[in-house]
């Protein structure tokens, strides 16, 4: 298979990442994966498998604790999701021969190997859709991506949820080490609208006695729900403490990243348990040299262009911080386009008071929510606004309405994110995409 081959193979499964708006609790289950799983020999079988689940950071997170153990000289697997313009970015392993790439994607699965692990796959995918089962595309990616990595006889497996996490195709498998970033109100229409009732769903990662466990700070009711899952199991966690961090450095700018360092920290500390050798100028060098695309990423300069995946309220709150902190007297034009299923009044009022202008738009994805005029009216009362249904017509006129010192911030969600990256390859000159 080539490239387009494969990308013909996955779409031929049912991906619930453009139908979250339209699902619910019942579309999904670990039945299915779990019997993929056993079909194709349990590759999770011998895998160090960190999972991480949580409504914000959870990329970021993962990323800082590849990156420390690929410093310490380790080979990682790293899975997450979605990806931003090709599906090979979703399965990495990082290793001492890639370490410190310039590449945002090193060591992404080639083309050949996806295409090796999915054609080994697909009599077992078939005999399970020849039951009457559905798979999905996330669903089997998720299998191949512990196939790549039990093949590569990576030293630890990074596993990021796709969405919540007891029901998460990523929780068919058993995990060291569970790890719970900030959970917040998100998938509220899947996962409950009550913050408790996420938080159960989140903290279903954690699974027996013999995990560790650890918890980035959280809410109240969060953290109620999270630790009421681990006396289930007897288990004591490390609870994060930020403060203990607030002087570190890292490659990606905002003061929650501290917040997402310090997690991947006390992470590695509990590897060094295990017998990981894990050094302080490893874990320096690993936050210091980081790569995670979309994440407050400047794109050009003179008009610096920024993109950043606030994809809910709160990354939006925190890009919002971010922006104050690194724009603090710069006039920002938002382009903005965010998903249906995302509370958009929540998104917009966090990101009202960065913006001089606001251009609304949409991306080409069947989750892209449209604004209307009078969306635009309410939640951005007061201030400049337009319409502009496609994206790349949105960034032409952003452009032009940007002086040298001022900024473009382009958010809302990945897709929108990944389609603006490439749109501002061919209409800036001077990109450092």
């Not at 370490?99 to 999915?118: E, H, M, P």
Request: aromatic share 6%.
């Amino acid at each position: 298979m080539d490239y387009t081959e494969i990308n013909s193979y996955l779409n031929s499964f049912v991906n619930f990442e453009s139908q979250l708006h339209k699902l619910g609790p019942g579309d999904f289950n670990l039945n299915r994966v779990q019997k993929f799983l056993d079909l194709a020999g349990n590759p999770a079988g011998n895998l160090k498998i960190i999972h991480v689940a949580g409504t914000k950071g959870k990329g970021s997170t993962c990323a800082f604790l590849a990156g420390i153990l690929q410093e310490a000289g380790y080979k990682v697997g790293l899975y997450t999701s979605p990806h931003l313009h090709k599906v090979n970015e979703r399965i990495r392993i990082l290793s001492a021969d890639n370490v410190r790439s310039k590449d945002n994607f090193s060591g992404a699965i080639s083309d050949d190997d996806l295409a090796s692990v999915l054609t080994f796959l697909r009599p077992f995918a078939a005999a399970i859709q020849n039951e009457g089962n559905i798979l999905t595309y996330f669903e089997i990616l998720t299998v191949a991506a512990l196939c790549h990595f039990a093949n590569s006889k990576v030293d630890a497996a990074i596993l990021e949820t796709g969405l919540g996490g007891r029901l998460d195709a990523t929780n068919a498998v058993d995990s060291s080490i569970a790890l719970l970033t900030p959970v917040s109100l998100d998938h509220t229409r899947i996962l409950g609208s009550a913050l408790g009732k996420i938080a159960s769903e989140k903290a279903g990662i954690i699974k027996n006695s013999h995990q560790k466990v650890v918890i980035a700070p959280q809410e109240k009711e969060v953290m109620d729900a999270i630790l009421h899952r681990c006396r289930e199991f007897g288990i004591n966690p490390v609870l994060v403490c930020p403060s203990r961090y607030e002087n570190l450095k890292t490659g990606l700018k905002g003061k929650h990243q501290i917040l997402n360092a310090a997690t991947a920290i006390e992470t590695a500390a509990i590897l060094k348990t295990m017998g990981f050798k894990i050094s302080d100028e490893n874990i320096a060098e690993g936050l210091k040299h980081i790569r995670w695309s979309g994440r407050f990423e400047l794109l050009q300069q003179d008009p610096d262009v920024v993109v950043d995946c606030a994809h809910n309220a709160a990354s939006a709150k925190a890009l919002s911080s971010t922006l104050m902190e690194v724009y603090p007297y710069r006039r920002v034009i938002l382009v903005l386009g965010i998903s249906q299923d995302k509370d958009a009044a929540a998104i917009c009022s966090h990101l009202k008071d960065n913006a001089a202008h606001i251009i609304l738009t949409k991306a080409n994805h069947p989750r892209a929510h449209l604004f209307t005029q009078a969306e635009g009216k309410e939640y951005f009362a007061g201030k400049p606004f337009e319409t502009i249904e496609h994206l790349p017509s949105a960034l032409e006129k952003a452009m032009k309405l940007t002086g040298p010192k001022d900024v473009v911030l382009i958010t809302g969600s990945i897709f929108i994110v990944a389609e603006a990256i490439d749109c501002l390859v061919k209409l800036c000159t001077n990109t450092k995409v």
